[in-house]
């Protein structure tokens, strides 16, 4: 096929889709999120706990720290406040103490929207506090505060 001075070789643009981190311990609001998540161009990893979070990040107190290049390059996390074994406050308070992960923002979700609770965890480091359910809108708003 002549293309004249032009190229005939298709172009492929590489788009990389944000990666975020979704922490929650149902599995059908991790579904539901995700789904969200998803439609807004996102590539999403779900884990169902912070113990499991923290494991898959390399960040687990038992395990040796996989170093800057092994660890995933997350560009945001959001997780569940009300999980067992490690509340949300609890695995935010290790990931903002963490080199690897305390530039990556965190937002927090709960069914409880008391100020002390948004107020705690804000102050920790949260980027933003999101009530549940969460809403196309929220995972917008997120999506201009990844980095």
Do not use: W
């Not at 999120?33 to 898959?56: H, K, Q």
């Not at 509340?87 to 008391?114: H, R």
């Amino acid at each position: 096929m002549d293309c004249g001075p032009y190229s005939c070789k298709p172009i492929r643009a590489f788009v990389e889709h944000p990666h975020v981190l979704l922490v929650d311990d149902c599995e059908i609001t991790r579904k539901l999120i995700e789904l969200l998540f998803t439609e807004c161009a996102c590539r999403v990893t779900t884990s169902d706990g912070g113990v499991n979070a923290l494991e898959y990040l390399g960040l687990a107190d038992d395990d040796q720290s996989l170093g800057e290049y092994n660890t995933p390059k997350m560009k945001m996390i959001c997780i569940d406040y009300e999980m067992p074994r490690m509340n949300g406050y609890e695995l935010l308070k290790k990931l903002k103490e963490s080199p690897l992960m305390e530039d990556v923002p965190v937002a927090v979700m709960a069914s409880d929207n008391d100020p002390t609770l948004v107020k705690k965890c804000i102050e920790a480091g949260a980027v933003m506090f999101i009530s549940k359910p969460v809403k196309e809108v929220d995972v917008e708003k997120l999506k201009t505060l990844m980095k």
